[in-house]
């Protein structure tokens, strides 16, 4: 069993729907949390990062963390065209000097259709 | 892209002939870190780095060395590339001495061996 599960997808959505993407995670050491989005033969981006348990918003963007079920999420408002891509969920403990390690899931593959 | 560059961007080699992927950032990050991309497995650790001649395992280690004699230089060496090392290998930055544990992403390097 991976440490991060990651629903594959593809996901197909109109534009203008909420987006919900998952992960489950088994390592109970893991405390910080990113969600990167990743256009095609591109690099993954920074969407997301959270320490702790709870929500953050920027703009369209929700991340949600629930530690006690091992579970995040990825919550896109109104989404459009441009954010079809994949998106990847990855997090990591503390490597000693503070550095960290990260374990990614497969990625969800998202269309926003017009 | 967070000043990162990775060279050469595309590279088809032979089977058993050794391979150098280079990293350079201007940013000045104390981590640097070499990731593979490949279907199903989403994106594994291979080897990081902590400092100037400061380098250790990941996950999928096995047929590649790194060296760092340079804070900006982080290179990754397949020693006799096979063919199941045909991947995108992405290099990845992050400072948290800063205070910050996110990781930034470059834009990849994707290889073919033959």
């Known amino acids: 069993q991976k440490e991060v599960e990651q629903d594959p997808g593809p996901l197909s959505v109109p534009e203008g729907a909420i987006v919900s993407l998952n992960c489950t995670y088994s390592?109970?050491?893991?405390?910080?949390f990113m969600w990167y989005r990743q256009y095609s033969r591109k690099g993954p981006e920074l969407l997301m990062y959270?320490?702790?348990?709870g929500n953050k918003e920027d703009g369209r963007f929700t991340a949600q963390v629930d530690k006690s079920s091992k579970y995040i999420s990825l919550f896109i408002r109104d989404s459009q065209p441009s954010d079809s891509a994949t998106y990847l969920c990855a997090m990591s403990d503390i490597l000693t000097g503070g550095g960290n390690k990260l374990t990614f899931g497969t990625g969800t593959q998202l269309k926003v259709e017009l | 892209d967070a000043g990162i560059t990775q060279s050469p961007r595309h590279k088809v080699t032979e089977t058993g002939t050794p391979v150098t992927l280079r990293c350079h950032q201007t940013?000045?990050?104390?981590?640097m870190y070499w990731y593979r991309q490949d279907p199903g497995h989403g994106l594994r650790l291979i080897h990081y780095?902590?400092?100037?001649?400061?380098?250790d395992k990941g996950e999928v280690s096995d047929g590649y060395s790194v060296s760092r004699s340079k804070t900006e230089d982080f290179l990754l060496t397949l020693e006799s590339a096979t063919s199941s090392q045909t991947s995108v290998y992405f290099c990845a930055i992050s400072a948290p001495q800063t205070g910050n544990t996110e990781a930034f992403f470059g834009q990849g390097t994707r290889l073919t061996v033959v």
């Open positions: 390592n109970s050491a893991f405390q910080y």
């Open positions: 940013e000045n990050h104390r981590y």
């Open positions: 780095s902590y400092g100037v001649k400061d380098t």
């Open positions: 959270t320490y702790s348990s």
